[in-house]
């Protein structure tokens, strides 16, 4: 089966409930994906009952997702949230591992490693990020790096967790308003090394974990990041933040995608 597209949207740390509610509305309402492409959106945990309200009847419409999760179910962790709290919101994904938590030496591989594993027990998707800094990729390690981070980030977890995991590669120095953007062929040898650590590691159904790419993605450069054969979506910031801007990175990302697989 062929791996199916994901695009999708972290909002960080911006937008009130009401307009993240608003937001997933009128995309709901807006977009309709093709068989094959999958949509999220990530606002931030203030906003996640707001959008869960918006849900359409019966479920549908994009998967909505959170920040971080604390890998403990309960107890004494002042500021944070547990799988058991999403679940009990009924979303659909949680995101871990992004650049921000890890720059902020909130997240090591370690701690990511039991994140992993508990969202694993609670059946929850994640999409999981990596990336290297600017000063790997000067000294030439970024493919070691994101190798590393998979490892210990998955170390642990079974084939069963597969269908439920997406990786998003994410060069740390790509990212963000001062971030450099990449150019595709920086992301191709890492997805296709991220690839092969994950066909080594878990055996042909690793090679159908669905990989994103994300950094400073736009309508302008989409079309170049999801011709490449290992990228199979986009992790879209700033350029994704208002409905319209979805809409158009997204058109572009899959005019591009259906010429290069016919
Ligand atoms: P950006 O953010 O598209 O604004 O660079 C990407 C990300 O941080 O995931």
């Not at 597209?5 to 911006?14: A, E, R, S």
């Not at 290297?132 to 990729?137: L, P, R």
């Amino acid at each position: 089966m062929p791996r199916p597209f994901l695009f999708g949207t972290n909002f960080k740390m911006n937008q009130t409930p009401a307009e993240s509610a608003r937001f997933y509305e009128e995309l709901t309402r807006s977009v309709e994906p093709p068989p094959g492409v999958g949509l999220f959106v990530i606002p931030p945990f203030t906003s996640l009952a707001a959008v869960m309200d918006r849900r359409p009847p019966g479920g549908g419409g994009p998967w909505v997702g959170a920040q971080n999760m604390h890998w403990e179910s309960e107890g004494a962790y002042t500021g944070e949230i547990s799988a058991p709290m999403l679940l009990a919101l009924g979303v659909d994904l949680v995101l871990l591992g992004h650049a921000e938590r890890r720059g902020h030496g909130q997240e090591t591989d370690e701690t990511l490693n039991k994140k992993l594993l508990a969202a694993a027990a609670a059946r929850l998707r994640v999409l999981f990020c990596v990336g290297e800094t600017a000063a790997e990729k000067g000294y030439g390690v970024g493919p070691e790096t994101v190798a590393r981070q998979l490892k210990i980030g998955l170390h642990g977890l079974d084939e069963e967790f597969l269908p439920r995991l997406q990786i998003a590669y994410e060069p740390v120095w790509s990212i963000g308003a001062g971030g450099t953007p990449a150019a595709p062929g920086d992301v191709a040898p890492i997805a296709a090394h991220l690839r092969a650590t994950l066909a080594a590691r878990f055996g042909p159904a690793g090679s159908d974990v669905p990989i994103l790419y994300g950094g400073s993605v736009t309508p302008a450069n989409a079309a170049g990041f999801v011709r490449l054969p290992d990228v199979d979506g986009l992790f879209v910031g700033r350029a994704a933040w208002t409905v319209d801007g979805y809409r158009d990175v997204l058109a572009a990302a899959l005019v591009a995608r259906v010429a290069s697989r016919r």
